[in-house]
């Protein structure tokens, strides 16, 4: 289930199809349904950069960025280690 953010420093009301809405408080996030993704409002925030949209949620995204880090600090590691053993 896709996971919008709130990128603004001010509470956003989001209409959607089905008639309801989703209250984003400042930096907040909220789960939506794919129905609820399509809805004309929600795209023209995402479109102007107020609203992000993250896949499996935000906290699951931060600890996926860091294992990518970390990931590319072992190969940066492994890079330098190369290039001291050629000198």
Do not use: F
Not at 16 to 40: E, H, M, Y
């Amino acid at each position: 289930m896709p996971v919008i953010r709130n990128k603004l420093n001010q509470r956003i009301i989001i209409n959607l199809k089905s008639g309801k809405n989703i209250d984003l408080l400042a930096k907040s996030t909220a789960d939506v349904s794919d129905q609820d993704l399509s809805s004309p409002h929600l795209q023209t925030h995402i479109a102007k950069g107020e609203i992000v949209v993250m896949e499996g949620g935000g906290l699951k995204s931060r600890n996926q960025r860091k294992a990518v880090t970390l990931e590319k600090d072992n190969e940066n590691v492994s890079n330098n280690q190369n290039l001291i053993k050629e000198v």
